[in-house]
């Protein structure tokens, strides 16, 4: 992809489903999410690559495991470009500026469950995620960032669906992090 040099494009995203999806089906979900986030077909910027790869890797069933694993293995760069190139397309609506300090950096545990749901269903990934929190003595509500850490190695050490789930997550969760951090630049 970009890092073969090979330009980035909603075809090329496509073709990185379509070994398992098969080519109309791929073409078909990216054009989906394309539309969900109001990019057009065509060229993409590395952000946007990893926007529609993430998008796709939340839906539910094989389309979802597929673009988790293509993200995976794409290739995109993973370092954001600046504020100033990032599409507005992809931007969060700012939210109004408050006096108040900005809260700590936690996620609510909900948070990471509904990380687990889209691939295990709610009630697997909400029972493996609490058997972990319980097993490592972490809170049930919020966790900061190094509780985060800890518990997605813990669970990226699991074998099977739970680890390979683990990991999707925890770079999705990076991912959100790295785009509020861009937007909040700005």
Known sequence: MSGS?????SRSIAAL???????????????TALRRLG???????PLEGRAVLDNLGAEPGIVGVTARFAR????????????SMVSSALRP????????PPPPATRLVNDIVSL??????????????????KRLGLPRDRLDKPQCTQL?????????LVGVTARFARARLSLQVELQAVDGKR
Do not use: C, W, Y
Not at 5 to 9: K, Y
Not at 123 to 132: F, H, I, P, Q, Y
């Open 5 to 9: 040099g090979d330009p980035l494009s």
């Open 17 to 31: 489903l379509a070994r398992t999806l098969g080519q109309e089906k791929s073409e078909e979900v990216v054009g």
């Open 39 to 45: 990019l057009r077909p065509g060229p993409l910027t």
């Open 72 to 83: 995976s293995r794409s290739g995109i760069e993973s370092d954001p470009p600046p504020a």
């Open 93 to 100: 609506a700012a939210a109004p500026p408050t006096n108040a």
């Open 116 to 133: 687990f749901a889209a691939t295990m269903g709610h009630e697997k990934g909400e029972e493996t995620v609490l058997a972990a929190v």
């Open 152 to 160: 997605f190695e813990d669970l990226g050490r699991q074998p099977g």
